[in-house]
Structure formats: C-alpha cells, structure tokens
C-alpha cells in the first residue's frame, strides 16, 4: 500500500498545478489521504 501513496503524490501534484480553483479542495483531500496512511 506504501508503494501506491508514493505513486499518488505526484498524480496529486499534477493536478494541483493546473488546477488553482480546485487546489484548495484538493489540498484538503490530499492532506486527509496523506495523514491516513501515514
């Protein structure tokens, strides 16, 4: 499961870039999902 995390946070990245409007709804998703596993 370490190994998918790993692989996700650059896909989340990608998106965040490209995405300013919805950064803020995704850093929050993103912060949950990183502090789930973590």
Known sequence: ???LG???QPV???RH???QRVG?????VHA???HAPG
Not at 24 to 28: D, F, G, I, K, Y
């Open 1 to 3: 499961v370490e190994d």
């Open 12 to 14: 989340l990245r990608s």
């Open 24 to 28: 803020h709804r995704e850093a929050s």
């Open 6 to 8: 790993v692989q996700w």
């Open 32 to 34: 949950s999902c990183c």
């Open 17 to 19: 870039q490209p995405g």
